[in-house]
C-alpha cells in the first residue's frame, strides 16, 4: 500500500467502556503524531437496559452527556491539529434502538458505526465472537446486520467478520456472500479491523475477505483502538494493508460519516 498509515480513523474508545485504558488527551496526541487527519471516538454505545442489568462492556446512559462533552471539548482545543469526531459503536438490537438514537440526536453525535456484538439483548447474548457451529447463529448474524443497515443510521460495519461461525464452509460462504452483497447494495463500507490482527482474534478472516473482493465492496481500515498505543500499531496495520492489497480491495480515501 502506498500509504504509511491511516490518515483518518472513526473507531475508538475510552475508559468508559470498562476495557479501554488512558484518557481521550493521549489517543488525540498519538493521532496527532501519526499523522492523522481526522480522528472519531465511538465509544460502545449505552444501552437502556431494564430490570437491574448493569453490562460490564459499555458506559451507561447517563454519561454519555459527558463523554460527547469531553470530545466537543477537544475538538476546540486540538481544531487546528486535527479533525475530531465523537460517535458510537453500536449493536443494532431493535428492543433499544429507538431510546439510542434518540440519546444520539439529543446529544448531536456525528455518526455511529455498527459493531454487532450481539443481535439481542446483551443480557440474554449469545456473543457474535464466540465461537459456534451452529448455522441459525451466522444466518441470525447476518440478518440482524442487514436489518440494521437498512435504518440508514451507521456510517459503516465494523468487523463484518466477527462473527465466528466454524461449520460447514459452504454456509459461511453463503452467508458471508450475502452480507456483502447487501452491504454493496446500500452503499456501507466494510471495516478490517486492526486491533483483531494486533490480538489474533477470528478477524479478520481472509476467507470473508476474498469474497469481499471478488463482490467488491468498499473497504475502510479500523484501528478499533482502546489505548493510546492501539493508535500507533503500524505493524498490525501494515498486516491489514498487505491483506487488502492482497485480495484487491477497494479502499476509501475516507469515510461519509451519517447523522443518526
Known amino acids: 500500500m502506498e500509504k504509511e498509515f491511516v490518515i483518518y480513523n472513526y473507531h475508538a474508545h475510552t475508559?468508559?467502556?470498562?476495557?479501554?485504558?488512558?484518557?481521550?488527551?493521549?489517543?488525540?496526541?498519538?493521532?496527532?503524531?501519526?499523522?492523522i487527519k481526522k480522528f472519531g471516538f465511538s465509544d460502545h454505545i449505552p444501552c437502556p437496559f431494564s430490570g437491574g442489568y448493569v453490562s460490564g462492556i459499555r458506559m451507561r446512559m447517563e454519561e454519555a452527556e459527558g463523554y460527547v462533552s469531553c470530545i466537543r471539548q477537544l475538538a476546540r482545543e486540538y481544531?487546528?491539529?486535527?479533525?475530531?469526531?465523537?460517535?458510537f459503536e453500536?449493536?443494532?438490537?431493535?428492543?433499544?434502538y429507538e431510546k439510542q438514537m434518540e440519546m444520539a440526536r439529543s446529544l448531536g453525535c456525528d455518526y455511529l458505526i455498527m459493531g454487532q456484538h450481539f443481535w439481542d439483548s446483551?443480557?440474554?447474548?449469545?456473543?457474535?465472537g464466540a465461537a459456534t457451529k451452529e448455522e441459525s447463529r451466522i444466518c441470525a448474524y447476518?440478518?440482524?446486520?442487514?436489518?440494521?443497515?437498512?435504518?440508514?443510521?451507521?456510517?459503516?460495519?465494523?468487523h463484518p467478520d466477527l462473527i465466528n461461525y466454524q461449520g460447514e464452509p459452504g454456509v459461511y460462504d453463503r452467508e458471508m456472500r450475502?452480507?456483502?452483497?447487501?452491504?454493496?447494495e446500500l452503499g456501507i463500507p466494510l471495516e478490517i479491523n486492526v486491533l483483531g490482527m494486533q490480538t489474533g482474534r477470528n478477524?479478520?478472516?481472509?476467507?470473508f475477505w476474498e469474497?469481499?473482493?471478488?463482490?467488491g465492496n468498499d473497504v475502510v481500515f479500523g484501528l478499533d483502538a482502546h489505548k493510546a498505543d492501539g493508535v500507533r500499531d503500524i505493524k498490525s496495520y501494515r498486516k491489514c494493508a498487505d491483506l487488502a492489497e492482497r485480495f484487491g480491495l477497494k479502499i476509501l480515501e475516507d469515510v461519509t460519516l451519517k447523522r443518526p
Not at 469474497?211 to 463482490?215: N, P
Open 79 to 87: 481544531r487546528d491539529k486535527i479533525r475530531l469526531f465523537v460517535g
Open 142 to 158: 447476518v440478518d440482524s446486520v442487514i436489518a440494521g443497515m437498512k435504518t440508514g443510521s451507521y456510517s459503516y460495519l465494523a
Open 122 to 128: 446483551e443480557e440474554k447474548g449469545p456473543y457474535a
Open 15 to 35: 475508559a468508559r467502556c470498562q476495557h479501554a485504558t488512558g484518557t481521550e488527551r493521549e489517543y488525540v496526541e498519538a493521532a496527532i503524531g501519526m499523522g
Open 211 to 215: 469474497l469481499a473482493g471478488e463482490i
Open 178 to 184: 450475502r452480507l456483502c452483497l447487501a452491504m454493496k
Open 90 to 96: 453500536a449493536e443494532y438490537i431493535p428492543e433499544f
Open 203 to 207: 478477524y479478520p478472516n481472509e476467507r
